[in-house]
């Protein structure tokens, strides 16, 4: 029998199938490598009070707020 020139081989098609399910394997690992390290995050309560966590990058070092001011963000937010 002769074998048909165009059709690729078996051998072929195991190749490229392991090299098609390595590549996926990959492209889904590589996404997981570039989640953030532990720590970067915070924990803070929001407004409505549901738990919320803000990478530590967007605070503000140092700046904190007075009683008096927390004192009338408090009543602001009670009025509305």
């Known amino acids: 029998m ?3 020139s165009t059709s690729p081989s078996r051998k072929k098609f195991l ?3 392991a090299l098609a399910v390595c ?3 990959l492209f889904k690992i590589i996404p997981g490598m570039k989640t953030k390290e ?3 995050t915070v924990r803070m309560l929001a407004e409505d009070g ?3 966590e803000i990478d530590q990058a ?3 070092p140092g700046k ?3 009683n008096l001011e927390l004192q009338k963000w408090i009543k602001k ?3 509305e």
């Open 58 to 60: 967007l605070l503000t």
């Open 15 to 17: 190749a490229w199938s």
């Open 64 to 66: 904190k707020i007075t």
């Open 50 to 52: 549901s738990l919320v």
């Open 38 to 40: 532990k720590g970067t």
């Open 77 to 79: 937010q009670g009025n």
């Open 23 to 25: 590549a996926a394997t």
């Open 2 to 4: 002769k074998k048909n």
